[in-house]
């Protein structure tokens, strides 16, 4: 599969927990965003890289949301002391330089937490 | 910054018939108008998108129009197969369509449901 791919598709955690998602964009793509959708909802952007550089944040993204992209190719974005409300699915995309802005959607990460 | 609704909600039509989903948008910034089907426990997949410099686009029974001056952009599907049967998310982005990498997020209507019944 050449896709994009995230890991783990299903997370359950306990409220105050820390939490970690990977991504892993379509190769040589540049680009990555994450994204966070709720049940019925439309997903929210909440960051986004070009290679390593951090470019845009969301003030969705509070300070207990931390997203990397070390060597410009996969992402991590994790989660301390999750809340309730932190509960959703997020998605992760990637584009390649001069494509248009065509982002590419993983399959997701769907958090629970209890 | 950009806001998007979409219309309807959600949307029955039987096989065969077309259906039509709406969205409106704010930002007149915005020129990249993205359509991606959602089918349950699915990632988004990418359908169709227009640009600003064109009215109009067609892949076989999908179409999608855009009317720049009105902020509103509409997807059109023709001869509805029960396949077809998932949530719709409209979306727009002030991405250049010359191609020169500038690169921005998607922001989403809320989607509509569209089951499609035999």
Redesign the interface.
């Known amino acids: 599969d050449t896709?994009?791919s995230q890991d783990p598709r299903h997370k359950i955690t306990k409220r105050g927990q820390n939490v970690t998602f990977r991504c892993d964009p379509i190769s040589e793509h540049n680009?990555l965003?994450w994204?966070r959708q709720t049940l019925?909802?439309?997903?929210?952007?909440l960051t986004?890289f070009?290679n390593e550089a951090q470019l845009?944040k969301?003030r969705l993204l509070s300070d207990r949301f931390s997203a990397e992209r070390p060597k410009g190719s996969f992402s991590t974005l994790e989660i301390q002391r999750t809340e309730q409300g932190d509960s959703a699915m997020y998605?992760c995309a990637s584009?390649p330089?001069?494509?248009?802005?065509?982002?590419?959607?993983?399959?997701?990460t769907r958090l629970s937490v209890l | 910054g950009e806001n998007?609704e979409?219309h309807p909600s959600t949307l029955s039509v039987q096989e065969g018939d077309s259906a039509v989903i709406k969205c409106t948008y704010s930002d007149s910034a915005s020129n990249?108008f993205?359509w991606?089907k959602q089918e349950l426990?699915?990632?988004?997949?990418?359908i169709i998108?227009i640009?600003s410099n064109v009215g109009e686009k067609k892949d076989q029974r999908i179409a999608v129009t855009l009317n720049k001056t009105a902020k509103h952009f509409s997807l059109h599907i023709t001869e509805t197969q029960p396949e077809d049967s998932a949530v719709y998310?409209c979306?727009a982005?002030p991405?250049?369509?010359i191609?020169?990498?500038?690169?921005?997020?998607?922001?989403?209507?809320?989607?509509t449901r569209l089951q499609v019944t035999l």
Request: charged fraction near 15%; hydrophobic fraction near 25%; glycine fraction near 20%.
């Open positions: 896709g994009v680009r965003y994204y019925g909802q439309g997903p929210e952007f986004y070009q845009e969301s998605l584009s330089y001069g494509g248009g802005n065509i982002q590419y959607f993983g399959a997701g | 998007v979409q990249y993205p991606y426990g699915k990632r988004p997949q990418l998108d640009r998310f979306a982005s991405a250049n369509y191609n020169t990498g500038t690169a921005s997020k998607l922001t989403f209507g809320t989607g």
